[in-house]
């Protein structure tokens, strides 16, 4: 990517810092990118705490503001200070009254689309400041074509300050050596087959659902273990509830959260990885089992389908009978497992983070050029 102004950007990574969840996989995979693939640009990472260890950053900065009021106050008068040219907000917000031009990055509008998954405190203290912040955005940045077509649907939202810049599987995520399945496998004391979840435990992701498949499928007869591994999200505890009605405290196992280095081989090791998700604005972690060789069965809904292509059985997410069928397929027939693991892996290769990061640093571009153009009228 070619660029002669030298612009400079400060990029929200608090996510880096306070974050597991799919918004921090983000951030580090953008970083990795804009190392790779910026040009004159200047890239600063904004955060309130310094940066995490091992974090490679060169020749992107970072900069730590422990600041009360982080958003409203010290951030635009850093902005200022350090005379930037572009604010790019990683998770749907921006500075209310920001002294540049404003990239935000919206990953979904669950929090609108489907509110009685989401928390009272985040319907009424994070949706305004969300909303404000979309409506005043120079450029957004949609994860996939149908995050776009939700922001279209809201009032004050010109569909020409879109652009669509899809997420990838990160760099390390690639089928894991056997010595690394079979290390993993004995660590963990896992089961020889099993079907694996991966994801934050909150309703909208449908895991209540997945307990409910599996239990239908013990009781017609399949051996099987379901793991259930990802960072505790909210309301969710009609998931253990469900599990222990049914009998399958011996059949479901939760394994929290599994550090990034240990997801290949997870993934690798897993005869499936099942995602029953209501609602994604993109939906990682199919492509990251795509891109690590397992098959995938995932939801036929919202932009799964965009992301999945024909390298997955999809299948309506409301349906226990259509999920546990999809689940008996890819268990019972060895044929579809290898041609859905190749698929997926060939799939996984039309996203990458470095294209992600040339396509973002274009929205900058765009978004400094039509602050200079406003600025000249």
Not at 174 to 203: C, H, N
Not at 236 to 259: K, T
Not at 309 to 325: K, N
């Amino acid at each position: 990517m070619s660029a002669s102004d030298g612009l400079r950007v400060a990029i929200d990574a608090r996510p880096l810092t306070t974050s597991r969840a799919g918004v921090a996989t983000y951030c580090r995979g953008l970083a990795y990118g804009l190392r790779r693939c910026t040009g004159d640009e200047r890239i600063v990472l904004y955060a309130k705490e310094a940066a995490p260890p091992g974090l490679d950053l060169d020749p992107l900065r970072w900069r730590a503001f422990p600041a009360p009021l982080w958003l409203p106050l010290a951030v635009p008068r850093a902005l200022r200070a350090g005379r930037v040219d572009v604010f790019h907000g990683t998770n749907h917000m921006a500075p209310p009254l920001s002294p540049v031009p404003t990239v935000i990055t919206v990953h979904d509008l669950s929090a609108l689309t489907m509110s009685h998954y989401h928390t009272w405190r985040n319907r009424l203290l994070t949706v305004p400041q969300m909303l404000a912040s979309l409506r005043a955005a120079t450029r957004l940045i949609a994860v996939s074509r149908a995050t776009t077509r939700d922001l279209e649907r809201l009032p004050g939202i010109d569909a020409a300050r879109i652009r669509v810049v899809h997420e990838a599987a990160a760099p390390g995520l690639a089928p894991a050596t056997q010595a690394a399945i079979d290390e993993l496998v004995a660590r963990l004391s896992l089961p020889e087959r099993f079907v694996l979840y991966l994801g934050a435990l909150e309703p909208r992701k449908n895991v209540l659902g997945l307990v409910r498949a599996i239990g239908q499928l013990r009781a017609g007869g399949e051996e099987l273990t379901l793991v259930i591994a990802g960072a505790e999200g909210w309301r969710n505890d009609d998931v253990g509830a469900e599990v222990r009605r049914l009998g399958l405290a011996e059949v479901v196992r939760f394994a929290g959260y599994v550090p990034p280095d240990d997801l290949p081989a997870l993934y690798g090791a897993a005869t499936a990885f099942v995602y029953p998700s209501f609602f994604e604005g993109f939906g990682l972690p199919p492509l990251e089992a795509m891109a690590c060789g397992v098959p995938v069965v995932c939801s036929n809904t919202s932009s799964l389908p965009e992301v999945v292509g024909d390298a997955a059985l999809t299948v309506d997410p409301r349906s226990i009978d259509g999920l546990a069928g999809a689940i008996r397929r890819v268990l019972q027939d060895a044929e579809l497992r290898e041609r859905l693991r190749a698929a997926g892996l060939d799939r996984a290769r039309h996203f990458s983070w470095e294209r992600a990061a040339r396509e973002t640093c274009a929205v900058y571009h765009e978004a400094a050029r039509e602050s200079r153009r406003g600025a000249g009228r």
